[in-house]
């Protein structure tokens, strides 16, 4: 059984950094496509980043430069490196998962596994 937990989410100022884990198990770690999501309140989920199984990764815009998706293949364990945090970049952020290359399209009806997610907030 697939299952995806995640830590790291806090509240932290303008500017800030933060660090998301995202702990998986229950599968071939190394063989999957791996992705961040985050939804704010009254908005729809968007893709943030993802890593796939290669090592390639795809960002969304909003966080080019300010974010970096990694992974520990030997600690099944997704990370997200969040710097440079503005207001806008709060929300539920949610590790994703799923066997295969599709995921680098941040699109999230191409990962079935989902953890629970852990919370961002940016104070101005």
């Known amino acids: ?42 908005k729809e989920r968007e893709g943030v980043a993802a890593i796939g199984s290669d090592g390639s990764t795809s960002y969304a815009e909003f966080v080019k430069g300010r974010f970096t998706i990694s992974k520990d293949n030997a600690k099944n364990t997704l990370y997200l490196e969040m710097n440079s945090l503005k ?23 191409d990962f079935g596994y989902w953890g629970q997610g852990t919370q961002v907030t940016v104070s101005s």
């Open 87 to 109: 207001p806008e970049d709060t929300g539920m952020y949610d590790c994703a998962a799923e066997e295969g290359p599709y995921g680098l399209g941040l699109s999230a009806g």
């Open 1 to 42: 059984q697939v299952q995806l937990v995640e830590s790291g989410g806090g509240s932290v100022q303008a500017g800030g950094s933060l660090r998301l884990s995202c702990a998986a198990s229950g599968y071939t770690y190394s063989s999957y496509c791996m992705g961040w999501f985050r939804q704010a309140p009254g």
